[in-house]
């Protein structure tokens, strides 16, 4: 099942060091080699840090293991959809 997370970051002072002394890059490339997303998008979120990662997740179970870093790494605000593509949705319709 495809998915869409969408993370914010709280703007705390241990997040702020983790950006100043570069070890939240760290974090992220080993956040992303979990999740290997094939889009992730890095932005603004409601007035804070975050962005948006589509990936896939063959079980449900597999969002602890996926998603339970962000909360224990970043303290991160985590909410997560299914989504698909344009040919899953031609490939619904169709079948619809």
Do not use: H
């Amino acid at each position: 099942m495809r998915v869409m997370v969408k993370f914010t970051l709280p703007t705390t002072e241990e997040n702020n060091a983790k950006i100043r002394d570069g070890s939240i890059a760290q974090t992220m490339e080993s956040l992303l080699a979990n999740l290997q997303p094939e889009a992730a998008y890095m932005c603004p979120v409601d007035g804070n840090r975050g962005g948006y990662l589509v990936f896939n997740m063959e079980e449900e179970s597999e969002g602890v293991t996926k998603l339970e870093p962000f909360w224990l790494e970043l303290g991160a605000k985590v909410e997560i959809v299914p989504v698909m593509n344009a040919d899953d949705l031609r490939a619904g319709l169709q079948r619809l």
